[in-house]
């Protein structure tokens, strides 16, 4: 497949354009092994190394559908690997404040030095499961690696009317916080490496 080709896909599948642009704007073999170049449209997971994959297109604009983006979000992603998903999340939306966390030296090195001309974008060498409480609140939260279980822990780092996208085992789940209430949603049917 092609970069016209996945784009079609997604406009089939019904993306939202502003994801569909961000898609076509955001080079994927840029942050991919160049011995997968072939592969780089094809809407699969690649591997990255070391156990870490970058993840299928249609799961990254399935997730960010939910993730709702608005303008001037500051945005934490955990497991932020190769930085493809932060560089579709900063063409989405204007003056977004972008923060990843990868655990994976070798890939997060790669990561810092992609981003290093961005003023807004963020990228730490750390262990993600309890979040970046140090430049907390946020607006939105994703994590791309596979939770062993809901992250209510991570409800103290957003903002009121924020909200986490999470793998949690095979299912995504949106969940929505507003004020003392909690609001989730569960998608089954998907896969990640776990997070560690």
């Known amino acids: 497949m092609n970069k016209a080709a996945l784009l079609e896909r997604l406009k089939r599948l019904k993306f939202s354009e502003k994801i569909i642009d961000a898609f076509s704007i ?56 190769c930085g493809y998903v932060l560089a579709i999340i900063n063409e989405m939306i204007q003056y977004p404040e972008i923060f990843g966390v990868e655990i994976n030296e070798d890939i997060c090195r790669a990561s810092i030095v992609r981003f290093q001309n961005y003023q807004n974008v963020s990228i730490f060498y750390q262990d993600g499961k309890f979040g970046l409480p140090q430049y907390a609140p946020f607006d939105r939260i994703l994590i791309s690696a596979a939770c062993p279980e809901k992250p209510y822990h991570l409800l103290d780092q957003l903002n009121d009317n924020g909200i986490i996208v999470a793998s949690v085992q095979d299912s995504i789940y949106k969940i929505e916080k507003s004020g003392d209430e909690v609001l989730e949603t569960e998608y089954p049917g998907f896969r990640f490496v776990p997070l560690v």
């Not at 170049?37 to 591997?47: G, I, M, T």
């Open 26 to 81: 955001v080079r994927r073999e840029d942050f991919i092994d160049p011995k997968f170049l072939s592969f780089a449209y094809e809407d699969s997971p690649l591997p990255l190394g070391e156990g870490s994959t970058i993840s299928q297109p249609y799961t990254i604009a399935f997730m960010l559908t939910l993730l709702d983006l608005r303008d001037s979000n500051k945005i934490l992603e955990i497991g932020s690997g």
